[in-house]
């Protein structure tokens, strides 16, 4: 029996730099420098199950019936010379600042080639190289971590809140700007409110407390010819009320 495949995303897959206070992430240049290299050096796994990150909200989201991404543009931040960034940013830095940095992947994740590239390209352009450990990643417990982003529900503002101190402060950055525009946000409909959530997409990436690099792709598969079925990969809703078979 031939399958018809839905395809759809709700997950970003994204490095996380803990900009929490007394962390040598607080630096923004060499939040900026690393994330330009690993941007530069991680390929998408050829699998099927990733494409590349077009932001940090994936496509097939949207905010009062607009399709969030197309209506947003694209968000990511150019970094021209991420060496030049980082030689910039290790003035008054000591190596042993980086004691301790050790670059997070959740269990059973199967992407550890792609930490070992980033991880690989980091030690060559910049001699450092980060030990990569397998574990549960939590807020503020990590100093890098390559993690999944998930829009609840399908939310645009649900996955941007969980960089702000309400949504639990995931990668550590405070912006008062960030938070009041987001919150504002939520007061606004249509094209206004994508607008504002484009704004904090951007400035959020900008920063490069967390540098989006693939999107996961998930399919729900239905035999040929079946019809009327009511999906909503967000929910997740599967309505089989009205389906039928032809």
């Given amino acids: 029996t031939s399958l018809q495949s839905v395809s759809y995303s709700d997950t970003t897959w994204a ?13 923004q240049q060499l939040r900026q420098a690393l994330a330009g290299i690993a941007r530069e050096n ?3 796994p050829s699998s099927g199950l990733y494409a590349a990150a077009k932001g940090l909200v994936p496509e097939g989201l ?3 019936g607009l399709d969030y991404r197309e209506t947003a543009g694209n968000p990511l931040p150019t970094i021209p010379d991420p060496k030049a960034l980082y030689l910039a940013a290790r003035q008054g830095m000591a190596t042993s600042d980086f004691s301790g940095v050790t670059l997070l992947l959740p269990k059973n994740a199967g992407l550890g080639e792609l930490a070992d590239q980033i991880n690989s390209a980091w030690q ?3 001699s450092l190289f980060f030990s990569v450990e397998d574990a549960r990643i939590a807020a503020g417990k990590y100093t890098i971590a ?7 529900g399908g939310s645009v503002y649900q996955m941007l809140q969980l960089f702000t101190a309400e949504g639990g402060s995931l990668t550590g950055y405070t912006d008062t700007v960030y938070a009041d525009r987001l919150a504002l946000s939520a007061q606004q409909t249509g094209k206004t409110r994508c607008a504002l959530l484009a704004q904090c997409e951007q400035q959020l990436l900008e920063s ?3 540098v989006p690099l693939m999107a996961q792709q998930k399919r729900l598969l239905l035999a040929d010819g079946v019809r009327d079925l009511v999906f909503d990969p967000f929910f997740p809703v599967l309505d089989l009320t009205w389906a039928k078979m032809s």
């Fill in 15 to 27: 490095l996380l730099f803990n900009t929490a206070e007394g962390s040598v992430f607080q630096n």
């Fill in 42 to 44: 991680a390929d998408v």
């Fill in 62 to 64: 949207t905010v009062d």
């Fill in 124 to 126: 060559k352009e910049c």
């Fill in 146 to 152: 390559l993690a999944p982003i998930r829009a609840e």
């Fill in 208 to 210: 490069c407390t967390v």
